[in-house]
């Protein structure tokens, strides 16, 4: 195995673009329909891209969870698999595999990431307390609040500037923190939370040295540190390109030296490891039994949890090819081609290129849509009408309400069309790109939306939404203008 192959080569015309380094051995039939089609489906869809059918979609770039592509070996795997409910040979492999990739010796599994954090937040958040982060996640912040828990989101002030070349914007402020923990006290911080690749601004990592500053200040206070390590191989990638110490380190030898400077890690298998399933782990024996009497009470036995033994088969598998450059190279490199695409066109987007996908600027995008209408999820509903591809809304309607019922308005809005591993063809990101110019050139189209549905928590899984005009209409009679009979 080659740690140091890179997935982009010189052509000799000059051009250069992301290999892939796999060959395609099943395939599964898309489906393109007419725009017709599209703008109907996301009107049944109450304009939110979670509720549409894939028998609608062309491109699924809603997330990389669970959708990542296993590898031959992975599929292998799960043919050997131990049923047993109790004391599975399967989960030994995967502790073993663990070990190894984490450098952690006790593992609880959970059937996925919020289960993970379900398990955290009710084993060590009480009402009052805070949890400081570099930023959160949607369901870390929800399984926060259900237990009486605040969050306190601590980068630097510069991470929020979308158009940059700051490698690290995943870094946490110390400044920052040190006040938080000042402010509120010890004893009201259960833990200092770390998110490797920070999904909700760009998939933007953090570098080794601000992880290690992090982890002085909790040896300085006693608090405990925990990674969200679902992204870490990305992280890990972006570490060994952007971080002069590692530039000649394998990307398992730099997952072991973040790992190991966390007290608790968890993950979501459904990323991590390209299968399904997750993950909490410590070398410390104590922080893992306030934990242990959850799982089997909200997931499963204490070597399966909820997960399929063939799924615990194919996440060892998955976890040990993460430190495989080639396998974890391969999704950023057709971000950041992707991304060179947009700003070569002049569309606004999320600089440098992170991890998980591609992430437009809605806000530059829809300057017209104020915050109040949901700029990124008119967008991404627009976007699907222009291309039948299904991306995400990352930005306010992802946000909640205050206690009066008003909206917080988020940080960033954003477009976020996620790269799952070895799923796409190039031509397909070109197609991408080209109906993003397409959309971008007829913005002026695009309206607002409103909320006729929503759910009290996580209202954008299940929200339901209408435009504010009959501008899908208007863009959809464009499309057809502009490209005759063509899909």
Not at 217 to 233: K, P
Not at 251 to 257: D, K, M, N
Not at 369 to 392: D, T
Not at 396 to 410: C, E, Q
Request: one cysteine or more; a negative charge.
């Amino acid at each position: 195995m080659n740690q140091n192959s890179s997935s982009t080569v010189q052509f000799y015309n000059g051009e250069q673009i992301p290999l892939e380094l796999h060959k395609v051995r099943v395939v599964q039939k898309l489906h393109l329909v007419p725009v017709e089609r599209r703008l109907e489906a996301i009107g049944e869809a109450g304009y939110n891209t979670f509720q549409l059918s894939t028998y609608d979609v062309f491109l699924d770039m809603l997330t990389d969870s669970g959708v990542n592509a296993m590898s031959d070996n992975q599929i292998a795997a799960m043919f050997r698999a131990d049923d047993a409910y109790a004391g599975s040979q399967s989960f030994g492999r995967l502790a073993e595999a663990v070990k190894e990739v984490f450098g952690k010796e006790y593992l609880l599994p959970v059937h996925q990431g919020r289960a993970a954090e379900n398990i955290i937040s009710r084993a060590f958040v009480k009402p009052g307390d805070v949890v400081p982060m570099n930023y959160h996640f949607t369901t870390t912040h929800a399984h926060i609040d259900l237990n009486g828990g605040t969050i306190e989101e601590l980068v630097a002030d510069e991470a929020l500037e979308l158009t940059s070349t700051n490698p690290f914007k995943g870094n946490m402020d110390i400044a920052k923190l040190r006040d938080c923990i000042k402010r509120n006290g010890v004893d009201k911080i259960p833990f200092i939370r770390m998110e490797a690749s920070t999904n909700l601004i760009g998939g933007q990592p953090f570098s080794i040295a601000n992880l290690r500053e992090v982890r002085s200040v909790c040896d300085e206070y006693g608090i405990m540190l925990v990674l969200d390590a679902s992204l870490i191989g990305e992280n890990a990638y972006f570490i060994k390109k952007r971080e002069e110490e590692f530039q000649n380190s394998t990307c398992g030898e730099i997952l072991l030296a973040m790992c190991d400077l966390a007290d608790l890690v968890y993950f979501s298998a459904r990323k991590v490891s390209s299968s399904r399933g997750g993950g909490i782990c410590s070398n410390n024996k104590e922080i893992i039994n306030k934990m242990q009497h959850l799982v089997p009470l909200f997931e499963g036995f204490l070597t399966y949890g909820g997960i399929s033994v063939r799924e615990i088969e194919a996440m060892a598998v998955g976890l040990r090819e993460t430190t495989d450059e080639t396998v974890i190279s391969q999704s950023p490199s057709f971000i950041e081609y992707f991304i060179g695409e947009m700003v070569r066109l002049g569309i606004p987007c999320v600089t440098p290129a992170g991890g998980l996908g591609a992430h437009i600027d809605a806000g530059s995008f829809l300057p017209h849509i104020p915050q109040s209408e949901y700029p990124a999820g008119a967008l991404a509903a627009a976007f699907f009408i222009a291309s039948g591809v299904r991306g995400m809304e990352r930005g306010t309607l992802s946000s909640v309400r205050d206690k009066d019922g008003n909206d917080i308005l988020a940080d960033v809005e954003l477009l976020r069309l996620a790269f799952p591993r070895r799923v796409f063809t190039l031509s397909q990101v070109r197609y991408v790109a080209d109906r993003m110019k397409w959309l971008y050139d007829n913005r002026d189209l695009i309206g607002g939306l409103e909320f006729v549905e929503e759910p009290p928590v996580l209202r954008f899984f299940m929200g339901r939404l209408r435009a504010k005009s009959d501008w899908p209409q208007k863009l959809a009679a464009k499309f057809r203008q502009d490209f005759g009979e063509s899909l």
